[in-house]
């Protein structure tokens, strides 16, 4: 029997012990359903063999090479990652289009005696869902922005909020980035098809009669790019507006940049490309500091120069209606962090009334 999606909360709400993804390790690698395990029926360098023979020589000698394939990598997966598993385990397989691959490893795995089901059209209806919700839907409930300065500690207030009683979603985390220049981590991003599966998760998940925080962000976060649905809903948020002293913030940053700042000729390297927006003795000012470890007074010279007039400027050209709230020197210390949250999810609640 196949499972037929109808929306995404179909997926979250399906009575299944595990989501088995059998398409390639890159096809995985790219995007998936959230959750799903990867299980190949054939690797990167076997589908593309298969493909090749398929196309220039025969569909069946294809066809039997796959089949035998497939049936050696089921072998390795009964043997490893499913050994473990009862009399009365019930999965849910899918491939690229809910064919030939997923068919072929839900058989066997019916052989055994399990209740595998199949999610009919494979992964390509999944998509197609979330491309609706993301990019031909509007967003489904109140969206609430948290913005402020670089190093305002927005990241972490948003995601203290649930405890406030609020929801979020936290875009930077889904993108795997903090949203600047200098934002990136040693892992790459996403690919936009696995950001946009999170997001559409995050989405689904989400009470439509409740507003939702998000953090003020561009329209791109690293190489991620918003799609319309939220993107749209933030562009009139109501929005806070956090104001901390800027010393607090330059301390703020020296712990969220940690790992860059192990990194000093990474660090270095990442400053090049101010050089158009700054010119070469400014960055070289920079990069002298780098070399002297002198982290705090960099951080406050990039707010100065860059970061808090770039800011200032896109705010000026936000339509939705503004709040602030003013933060003492000490609100984002580790020990104040909590109650920052609280004062916070009052001015929230102020905003949205």
């Given at each position: 029997m196949a499972l037929t999606l109808t929306s995404l909360a179909t997926l979250q709400g399906a009575d299944f012990d595990e989501i088995i993804d059998v398409r390639s390790p890159a096809?995985?690698?790219?995007?998936?359903?959230?959750?799903?395990?990867?299980?190949?029926?054939?690797?990167?360098?076997?589908?593309?063999?298969?493909?090749?023979?398929?196309?220039?020589?025969?569909?069946?000698?294809?066809?039997?090479?796959?089949?035998?394939?497939?049936?050696?990598?089921?072998?390795?997966?009964?043997?490893?990652?499913?050994?473990?598993?009862?009399?009365?385990?019930?999965?849910?397989?899918?491939?690229?289009?809910?064919?030939?691959?997923?068919?072929?490893?839900?058989g066997i795995l019916q052989q055994v005696g399990w209740?595998?089901?199949?999610?009919?059209?494979?992964y390509q209806s999944y998509r197609r869902l979330v491309q609706t919700a993301l990019y031909d839907g509007t967003f489904p409930c109140p969206v609430l922005l948290l913005d402020g300065d670089t190093g305002s500690g927005k990241t972490d207030l948003l995601n203290l909020l649930p405890q406030e009683g609020f929801q979020v979603?936290?875009?930077?985390?889904?993108?795997?980035?903090?949203?600047?220049?200098?934002?990136?981590?040693?892992?790459?991003?996403?690919?936009?098809?696995?950001?946009?599966?999170?997001?559409?998760?995050?989405?689904?998940?989400?009470?439509?009669?409740?507003?939702v925080v998000v953090e003020a962000e561009s329209s791109k976060i690293g190489r991620i790019n918003l799609p319309p649905a939220i993107w749209q809903a933030m562009k009139s948020a109501p929005r806070l507006v956090l104001s901390v002293p800027r010393a607090a913030r330059a301390r703020y940053l020296m712990r969220s940049y940690g790992d860059l700042l192990a990194q000093p000729a990474d660090l270095t390297e990442r400053l090049d490309p101010f050089r158009k927006l700054h010119?070469?003795?400014?960055?070289?000012?920079?990069?002298?500091?780098?070399?002297?470890?002198?982290?705090?007074?960099?951080?406050?010279?990039?707010?100065?120069?860059?970061y808090d007039p770039l800011y200032r400027r896109n705010r000026k050209a936000k339509?939705?209606?503004?709040?602030?709230?003013?933060?003492?020197?000490g609100a984002l210390e580790p020990e104040a962090m909590a109650n920052t949250a609280a004062k916070v999810a009052e001015a929230l609640r102020a905003l949205s009334a």
């Open positions: 096809e995985f690698a790219e995007d998936h359903v959230p959750g799903a395990v990867s299980l190949p029926v054939l690797s990167n360098a076997e589908r593309a063999e298969v493909g090749t023979v398929y196309v220039q020589d025969s569909p069946f000698r294809a066809r039997k090479m796959g089949a035998a394939m497939v049936a050696r990598n089921a072998a390795r997966h009964l043997e490893t990652h499913l050994a473990s598993k009862g009399g009365g385990y019930r999965p849910l397989v899918y491939c690229w289009r809910g064919g030939q691959r997923s068919g072929s490893f839900t209740r595998a089901d199949v999610l009919k059209g494979g979603i936290d875009l930077e985390g889904l993108a795997h980035h903090r949203g600047s220049l200098l934002g990136a981590y040693a892992e790459e991003q996403p690919a936009q098809k696995g950001f946009e599966s999170r997001l559409a998760a995050a989405i689904t998940a989400l009470d439509p009669t409740r507003p010119g070469h003795g400014q960055v070289e000012a920079w990069q002298a500091l780098v070399a002297e470890q002198a982290f705090e007074p960099l951080a406050d010279s990039l707010m100065e120069v860059h339509p939705g209606a503004a709040a602030e709230l003013a933060l003492d020197d």
